[in-house]
């Protein structure tokens, strides 16, 4: 069996689903993992922030407008009476939800329960269209056997024993679920994280351990650089998992960061496809190498820098498991680092316990803060390029003020911490020198 998932451009309008109709009726058994509508779960989560700020009637307002866009895809979407009555039914069911969260004092189990509409709506629209053209679907329910631990990750143990029984009740040839939303410890609706559709449909494919997972977006593949910010990117043909785990860590937006990890550790390889243009080869991402050298630069935005200054670090042994026990306590994971005799840098993401973690790292030195930093992260095999990689990178950084560099982790990355402002100029530069 194999998985597919298409993303919110690629259910985005009714053209685009009966494009995704199209695909996935080959005639092989498949499970079909939908992200909600494009641009929905941002409404959504406007909706929330409205009612978090007790903004009750603007929260009112935009369910209501978006209400009616839903009704205008119904009515587009399907041919007959019958299943235009079925897809206002299914509109009216998860809007009367939505409305329900209007009521009453507002709380973190209702904004997931928003958040959750969308993939709910996308994946019963395409189900009943898959149906009134006379194939048949079945709905597989993700809030039955998607679930993450007490630290919010994934709990693949769970997933794996929950989902067997749900596809042995409901047997179909085509199975549609829903990406990115998932239950918690508490049995509460919950998600994956913005993107997270993605990471569903590897979790989905090592739990069952499909034949090959594949990713259907709105471009023919995973490209050398990122697409947003810089001219001329080309598509590569092959990625190792390493090497596309790495890009999807360090921001690569067509992957969640997780995304490849369950399809790695299983050996199921990722196919990244065309919606538009299903012919197109995609990208591969397995454990086969087939060519060498750079493949791809990507950046994640939203860095926070941290220099720890100490004499006592001279010639001392425990100073840094002494640092970094104090972002342990925090739950604060570090992503780069690099370290001179006298100071340690390094880097996280999530400045959530910033001010506890300051007040801690002051015990051991001066410390410096640099905020609204991005890591540029370029990937391939070093080793083989060990000539020309440093010093065209090197050369691609003149002008650019780097706050920190990484190599030798891996032998497939060099990451460079440089100021947000600086990171369409870094991608343009590094693309221009290394392609
Ligand atoms: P979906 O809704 O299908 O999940 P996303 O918008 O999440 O789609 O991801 C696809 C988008 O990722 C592309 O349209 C592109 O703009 C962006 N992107 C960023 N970096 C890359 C890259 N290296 N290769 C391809 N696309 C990228
Ligand atoms: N709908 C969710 C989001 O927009 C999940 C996804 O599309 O992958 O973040
Ligand atoms: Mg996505």
Same mark, same amino acid.
């Given at each position: 069996?194999?998985?597919?998932?298409?993303?919110? !451009?690629?259910?985005?309008?009714?053209?685009?689903?009966?494009?995704?109709?199209?695909?996935?009726?080959?005639?092989?058994?498949?499970?079909?993992?939908?992200?909600?509508?494009?641009?929905?779960?941002? @409404?959504?989560?406007?909706?929330?922030?409205?009612?978090?700020?007790?903004?009750?009637?603007?929260?009112?307002?935009?369910?209501?407008?978006?209400?009616?866009?839903?009704?205008?895809?119904?009515?587009?979407?399907?041919?007959?009476?019958?299943? &235009?009555?079925?897809?206002?039914?299914?509109?009216?069911?998860?809007?009367?939800?939505?409305?329900?969260?209007?009521?009453?004092?507002?709380?973190?189990?209702?904004? %997931?329960?928003?958040?959750?509409?969308?993939?709910?709506?996308?994946?019963?629209?395409?189900? /009943?269209?898959? #149906?009134?053209?006379?194939?048949? *679907?079945?709905?597989?329910?993700?809030?039955?056997?998607?679930?993450?631990? *007490? +630290?919010?990750?994934?709990?693949?143990?769970?997933? &794996?024993?929950?989902?067997?029984?749900?596809?042995?009740?409901?047997?179909?040839?085509?199975?549609?679920? %829903?990406?990115?939303?998932?239950?918690?410890?508490?049995?509460?609706?919950?998600?994956?994280?913005?993107?997270?559709?993605?990471?569903?449909?590897?979790?989905?494919?090592?739990?069952? +351990?499909?034949?090959?997972?594949?990713?259907?977006?709105?471009?023919?593949?995973?490209?050398?650089? $990122?697409?947003?910010?810089?001219? &001329?990117?080309?598509?590569?043909? #092959?990625?190792?998992?390493?090497?596309?785990?790495?890009?999807?860590?360090?921001?690569?937006?067509?992957?969640?960061?997780? @995304?490849?990890?369950?399809?790695?550790?299983?050996?199921?390889?990722?196919?990244?496809?065309? !919606?538009? +243009?299903?012919?197109?080869?995609?990208?591969?991402?397995? #454990?086969? &190498?087939?060519?060498?050298?750079?493949?791809?630069?990507? *950046?994640?935005?939203?860095?926070?820098?941290?220099?720890?200054? =100490?004499?006592?670090?001279?010639?001392?042994?425990?100073?840094?498991? *002494?640092?970094?026990?104090?972002?342990?306590?925090?739950?604060?994971?570090?992503?780069?680092?690099?370290?001179?005799?006298?100071?340690?840098?390094?880097?996280?993401?999530? $400045?959530?316990?910033?001010? #506890?973690?300051?007040?801690?790292?002051?015990? /051991?030195?001066? @410390?410096?803060?640099?905020?609204?930093?991005?890591?540029?992260?370029?990937?391939?095999?070093?080793?083989?390029?060990?000539?020309?990689?440093?010093?065209?990178?090197?050369?691609?950084?003149?002008?650019?003020?780097?706050?920190?560099?990484?190599?030798?982790?891996? %032998?497939?990355?060099?990451?460079?911490?440089?100021?947000?402002?600086?990171?369409?100029?870094?991608?343009?530069?590094? =693309?221009?020198?290394?392609?």
């Amino acid at each position: 069996m194999k998985v597919f998932k298409f993303g919110g !451009t690629s259910v985005g309008s009714p053209e685009n689903m009966r494009s995704v109709m199209n695909i996935i009726t080959d005639g092989e058994p498949k499970i079909v993992v939908l992200s909600a509508m494009s641009g929905t779960t941002n @409404t959504l989560v406007e909706i929330s922030d409205f009612l978090y700020k007790d903004l009750k009637n603007d929260a009112r307002r935009v369910i209501s407008e978006l209400k009616d866009k839903y009704i205008k895809v119904v009515e587009e979407l399907y041919e007959s009476e019958e299943y &235009k009555a079925k897809g206002l039914d299914i509109i009216d069911t998860h809007f009367a939800k939505l409305y329900e969260q209007t009521e009453g004092e507002f709380g973190a189990t209702m904004e %997931q329960v928003i958040l959750a509409q969308g993939e709910l709506i996308s994946t019963a629209l395409v189900t /009943f269209l898959l #149906n009134e053209n006379g194939h048949k *679907a079945e709905l597989l329910p993700s809030l039955e056997f998607m679930r993450i631990n *007490a +630290d919010k990750q994934a709990d693949l143990k769970e997933i &794996k024993s929950r989902i067997k029984p749900v596809l042995e009740v409901t047997k179909s040839e085509i199975y549609i679920t %829903q990406g990115f939303i998932c239950r918690n410890i508490y049995d509460d609706i919950d998600n994956l994280q913005r993107g997270g559709s993605d990471y569903t449909a590897t979790l989905i494919g090592a739990a069952i +351990d499909a034949e090959e997972v594949q990713i259907w977006t709105d471009i023919d593949g995973f490209h050398n650089n $990122d697409p947003r910010f810089v001219e &001329k990117t080309t598509r590569i043909d #092959n990625l190792l998992f390493s090497e596309a785990a790495e890009l999807a860590y360090f921001g690569a937006k067509i992957l969640h960061p997780l @995304t490849i990890l369950p399809a790695q550790e299983a050996n199921i390889s990722v196919r990244l496809k065309n !919606t538009m +243009d299903p012919s197109a080869t995609g990208t591969l991402i397995s #454990n086969k &190498k087939t060519t060498s050298g750079l493949k791809a630069v990507a *950046a994640k935005d939203g860095i926070t820098a941290i220099k720890i200054r =100490s004499d006592r670090m001279l010639m001392a042994y425990g100073f840094l498991r *002494a640092v970094f026990g104090v972002f342990e306590k925090y739950k604060t994971s570090i992503d780069m680092i690099t370290t001179s005799e006298v100071a340690v840098s390094l880097s996280i993401d999530n $400045d959530k316990y910033i001010d #506890n973690i300051l007040e801690e790292l002051e015990e /051991f030195g001066d @410390t410096e803060v640099d905020k609204n930093q991005t890591i540029v992260c370029v990937v391939g095999d070093m080793a083989s390029e060990e000539k020309v990689f440093a010093k065209n990178i090197f050369d691609a950084l003149e002008g650019i003020p780097v706050r920190m560099i990484s190599y030798g982790g891996s %032998q497939h990355n060099v990451s460079i911490l440089i100021p947000e402002k600086y990171k369409k100029a870094t991608l343009q530069k590094l =693309s221009d020198n290394l392609f």
